[in-house]
């Protein structure tokens, strides 16, 4: 299967400190992907490099086999990488249906001129993105709540509302960080579900988890790392039995 993201030798360095050491990966273009390792482990820093928050100190990041690696986060969201983040970043004032229609704004075009005068593409895009939003919402199981201001959502369902919003750019590769901190037993099956969802529309998932369950459920591939360095690669069940997967992080 075609890789839609390769990391090559990613090396990060803090002053004499070595967050990231020399990781290579690379992740299918359909599939869920994922990052685990005790804290400390560097999977933050991997995302940031990856996403562009800051280059690698050595290394290089290809999306669809393009080098991306000193692209800023919004022009690797333009092509194609999208991410969400461990604290939640909604607009909380703005509806759930609106936080997910603000997402779609890397694929609109418009203006000061469309918004005025509102020619008949301008209203014939308003309408996709709201019909699209709709979608996301639904696809995440938040229709019920689609004009509910975000504010009053419980945390699980604004976790998945951050997702919707993601979904709008239309990601080629979705990064999610830690998407089950904070969720109990219940959120984090409905959490599951979506993943497995969006995997299986054709969008190339990549997550940093804490939760062994979620990571056993619905993972294809685990990287794990320690002290910045991979220690092992494989399909859930070879990297649960890993003798220095179980030394490091899981015994």
Do not use: C
């Amino acid at each position: 299967m075609n890789a839609i993201l390769e990391v090559k030798n990613a090396t990060r360095r803090f002053g004499g400190l070595v967050a990231v050491d020399d990781v290579s990966f690379t992740v299918p273009s359909k599939g869920v992907t994922a990052v685990i390792g005790p804290n400390g482990a560097g999977k933050t820093t991997l995302f940031n490099i990856i996403a562009g928050t800051f280059p690698p100190s050595e290394g290089a990041i290809l999306l669809g086999g393009a080098d991306v690696t000193a692209l800023k986060p919004e022009a690797k969201a333009a092509r194609g990488l999208v991410r969400t983040f461990q604290l939640v970043k909604l607009f909380q004032d703005l509806t759930a249906i609106e936080n997910v229609k603000v997402g779609f704004h890397l694929k609109t075009r418009g203006g000061l001129f469309a918004a005025l005068v509102q020619p008949a593409w301008a209203r014939n895009a308003e309408k996709d993105v709201e019909d699209g939003a709709a979608a996301l919402l639904d696809l995440v199981g938040l229709s019920k709540v689609a004009f509910s201001p975000a504010a009053v959502l419980p945390y699980g369902q604004q976790r998945l509302l951050e997702i919707a919003r993601a979904l709008a750019a239309r990601p080629q590769i979705l990064l999610l960080d830690e998407p089950a901190a904070g969720l109990n037993a219940e959120e984090s099956e409905r959490l599951a579900k979506t993943i497995r969802r969006i995997a299986a529309d054709g969008t190339a998932v990549l997550l940093i988890e804490h939760d062994m369950k979620l990571v056993m459920d619905i993972a294809d591939e685990v990287v794990v790392l320690d002290y910045g360095r991979k220690i092992a690669q494989g399909s859930p069940d070879a990297v649960k039995k890993d003798p220095a997967v179980i030394a490091a992080y899981l015994g």
